[in-house]
């Protein structure tokens, strides 16, 4: 039981070093430092929502446009900075991984957080002003918005996990994802609610977790307004065998690694 607390407490101080290591050496000290971990994708949220705003996107639905935004492009930004942060993780990082205490898992972990954390706090600011602002209204069920989030980060992790594994060994992958992140960008639900589409294309878009995530995040946001169609369950099977093939993938990443 000790060499368990033991092995926490290490890994949990291994683990807030590189997240320091991180905000430092990705924003400095300069301006305004580590903020822009919450200020760059709230920027990019605010812009396009303006953008969706002003052309009177909201012509073609009854929804609340600024609210299918916000929650679009947050859920978004938060599975897809999380692959693009992680898929290189191994190569930006491996004059650390000789410590011994610092494991490629600890470095995955690390960067995802911080994804996290961001994406988060950048939902809660970017709302904050809008509703304050006229153009959203609160919430309706905020436990099913951090639900939704869950979901979103757990598949941006584990979609990593399994990314950056390959990427490490087999460096085509890093070219054979930029189409498939295209096609999971469009598939996700940013531009549309999963009830307006015809049971076959429904039936496709909801293989993928990430539309489940984004209709449970808008369905916490104005569910009251639309037909949800989502299935916690299945994201959550889906997510758990990502999680374990990337965890194996990356134990035999980091044996490869240990024999260089």
């Known amino acids: 039981m000790k060499e368990l607390l033991h092995s926490i407490t290490v890994q949990r101080r291994v683990i807030g070093a590189l997240l320091m290591r991180e905000i430092i050496t990705r924003y400095g000290r300069n301006n305004i430092g580590f903020l822009w971990l919450f200020v760059e994708p709230a920027l990019y ?3 396009i929502t303006l953008i969706w705003h002003y052309t009177r996107a909201g012509r073609i639905t009854s929804l609340p446009i600024t609210a299918m935004a916000v929650t679009g492009y947050i859920s978004i930004q938060l599975w897809r900075n999380i692959v693009g942060r992680v898929k290189n993780a191994v190569s930006v990082n491996n004059a650390i991984l000789f410590h011994r205490n610092i494991k490629v898992l600890d470095v995955f972990i690390s960067r995802t957080l911080l994804e996290v954390f961001g994406a988060f706090f950048s939902f809660v600011v970017v709302s904050t002003i809008f509703i304050n602002v006229g153009w959203m209204g609160y919430p309706e069920d905020t436990l099913k918005i951090i639900l939704a989030f869950l979901i979103l980060s757990w598949f941006g992790a584990s979609l990593a996990l399994n990314l950056g594994s390959l990427i490490s060994r087999f460096p085509i992958f890093d070219r054979i994802w930029k189409p498939i992140s295209y096609a999971l960008f469009i598939l996700s639900g940013l531009f549309f609610i999963v009830d307006w589409l015809p049971p076959d294309g429904r039936h496709i878009v909801l293989l993928f977790p990430m539309a489940h995530g984004l209709e449970l995040l808008r ?12 299935d916690i369950g299945y994201a959550a099977i889906c997510c758990l065998g990502m999680t374990l093939s990337g965890l194996l993938l990356l134990n035999l990443t980091g044996r490869g690694w240990d024999a260089e």
């Open 219 to 230: 369905d916490g946001y104005f569910g009251s307004m639309f037909t949800a169609h989502y």
């Open 45 to 47: 949220t605010i812009v």
